[in-house]
């Protein structure tokens, strides 16, 4: 039986300054990758995306800015929390999110149930994840090469 927490958060699409449009995302976290947070993007007329990240970026990020590769998350300007960021890159092509706080942290609230922080060693696959990604990343760098 696989244990997980799934939730769909609305977020908004930042197009630019002026337009943004509302999209739903599906959130997974599974006990058997506990490291793992998934976010599948549903974008009006193309397939589903899902990014891969840590836990804890999005967890660090909901406070304070957080992540400096393909993927930022931080906090939404102001004292009081509502909003976060969610800023994702490949190459050139960038895509900026925005969601209330509320949601993820429920959903982060929902994850440290299944398996709390810190845990995560205990309940997961991780050298059996490692292996698999390190068997990925190796496989894509062949085939881009």
Do not use: C
């Amino acid at each position: 039986m696989m244990r997980e927490v799934l939730a769909e958060v609305m977020m908004s699409f930042l197009v630019s300054d002026e337009l943004s449009f509302r999209i739903p995302v599906e959130l997974t976290y599974r006990a058997d990758d506990p490291y793992a947070v998934r976010m599948t993007f549903h974008l009006p007329g193309d397939e589903p995306v899902t990014w891969t990240f840590g836990r804890e970026l999005l967890l660090d990020g909901i406070n304070s800015p957080t992540g400096d590769g393909d993927v930022r998350i931080e906090p939404a300007g102001g004292e009081e929390l509502r909003d976060v960021h969610i800023h994702l890159q490949v190459g050139g092509e960038r895509a900026n999110f925005r969601a209330g706080a509320g949601p993820l942290v429920a959903f982060l609230d929902r994850s440290d149930k299944l398996v709390p922080l810190g845990q995560e060693r205990a309940t997961g696959d991780f050298d059996g994840h490692l292996d698999e990604a390190l068997g990925r990343i190796l496989a894509e760098e062949q085939n881009a090469g």
